[in-house]
C-alpha cells in the first residue's frame, strides 16, 4: 500500500514522490560534488530560480543556474558539500548542509576574498518541485558575515 496526502492545493501527493524527490536532491549535490555543471543544471526545471538570499542575488533558468556553478567551482576548484538528512513533503523539500572549499580565483558573486582562505559554510536549502520532478525553485540561506570572515574580507575579532 502506497500511504497518500493532501496538500492545500488538493492534489493527491504519494510517498513515491517524496522519494523521487530526495533522490533528486542526492543526485543534485553528487553532481556538485563530482564537478558536473551540466548534470548539476539538469535537475533543474528550464525556467528554474535560484535565490541566493545572503548575497541577495537570483539566477533565473537552467542556463544561468549552470553559469552559477561555473563561477562557484572556478573560484574554489575543490568545493565539497556533505549533506544532512532532507525532509521532503508534497512537492517542497528542505535540507541542511555543510560546504568546504579553498578560494584560488576570483569569486564574482562575493568581490574581494582574499585567495587561499578556506571556508567552512553551514546553510539550508529549501526546493519546491514541478510536476515532473525537477526543481522549480531553490533558496540558498547561510551566515553571510561568518563567510566574509573566512574570506577574509571582514576581519576576524
Not at 34 to 44: G, L, N, P, R, W
Not at 59 to 74: D, H, M, P, S, Y
Not at 108 to 114: D, F, L, N, T
Not at 133 to 150: K, P, S, V
Request: charged content about 20%; overall charge negative; glycine content about 8%.
Amino acid at each position: 500500500m502506497i500511504a497518500t496526502s493532501r496538500h492545500h492545493t488538493g492534489a493527491v501527493m504519494t510517498t513515491n514522490t517524496s522519494v523521487a524527490h530526495e533522490r533528486l536532491l542526492y543526485r543534485l549535490f553528487d553532481t556538485f560534488n563530482s564537478y558536473d555543471v551540466e548534470a548539476f543544471a539538469a535537475c533543474y526545471a528550464e525556467d528554474a530560480v535560484m535565490h541566493d538570499v545572503a548575497i541577495g542575488k537570483t539566477f533565473t533558468g537552467r542556463a544561468e543556474i549552470a553559469e552559477f556553478l561555473r563561477v562557484w567551482l572556478a573560484a574554489s576548484p575543490d568545493s565539497h558539500i556533505e549533506i544532512g538528512e532532507p525532509i521532503v513533503a508534497g512537492d517542497r523539500a528542505s535540507v541542511t548542509w555543510t560546504g568546504t572549499g579553498t578560494l584560488t580565483g576570483d569569486f564574482a558573486h562575493i568581490p574581494g576574498a582574499i585567495h587561499g582562505s578556506t571556508v567552512n559554510q553551514r546553510a539550508v536549502s529549501v526546493m519546491r518541485f514541478d510536476a515532473h520532478g525537477l526543481i522549480t525553485e531553490h533558496f540558498d540561506y547561510y551566515d553571510m558575515f561568518g563567510l566574509l570572515r573566512q574570506m577574509g574580507i571582514i576581519p576576524a575579532e
